[in-house]
């Protein structure tokens, strides 16, 4: 359940955005060593997405590390993982990067963004910038188109 992306139980269609969702769920689940949703925790079920937010929102997303690691992980990679999974795991749709843009964040061949977890903000224009207004511009030229020829 916790890698279906929230789109997805709407519409019933998958797509590349929701295969990044449910990638970025994994990662938070190999950095974390916790299962996307953890149904056993009390006093109500756990979601991972929201346990890291939660932790980065604090200035501490460390603190959602597998404590079974101890120390031996480098902190800067980790914090990718975890940034990145948030990212990927993002509630909107388009505020997800590209598979394409996941693997230059992970080989290191472009920085992060900052990231919002509360809207799309900044991370979109700066994760999917030319992409976003180029389908933005499109469709606004089909509706124009439509409007001329009718």
Do not use: N
Not at 7 to 36: I, N, Q, W
Not at 104 to 125: A, K, N, R, T
Not at 128 to 148: A, I, Y
């Amino acid at each position: 359940m916790g890698y279906i992306a929230p789109e997805l139980t709407r519409t019933g269609k998958a797509s590349t955005s929701s295969d990044v969702f449910a990638f970025g769920a994994f990662m938070l689940e190999v950095a974390c060593g916790r299962r996307p949703i953890d149904t056993r925790a009390l006093p109500k079920r756990m979601v991972l997405v929201d346990l890291v937010s939660d932790c980065w929102r604090r200035g501490a997303i460390l603190e959602g590390v597998d404590p079974k690691l101890g120390s031996e992980y480098v902190v800067e990679e980790v914090g990718l993982v975890l940034k990145l999974g948030l990212l990927c795991s993002h509630h909107i749709a388009l505020a997800r990067p590209s598979m394409r843009q996941v693997m230059q964040f992970l080989e290191g061949e472009s920085s992060l963004p900052e990231i919002s977890l509360d809207g799309i903000g900044e991370s979109v224009l700066a994760v999917r910038g030319h992409e976003v207004l180029d389908d933005l511009s499109s469709q606004l030229m089909s509706s124009f188109s439509c409007r001329v020829t009718i």
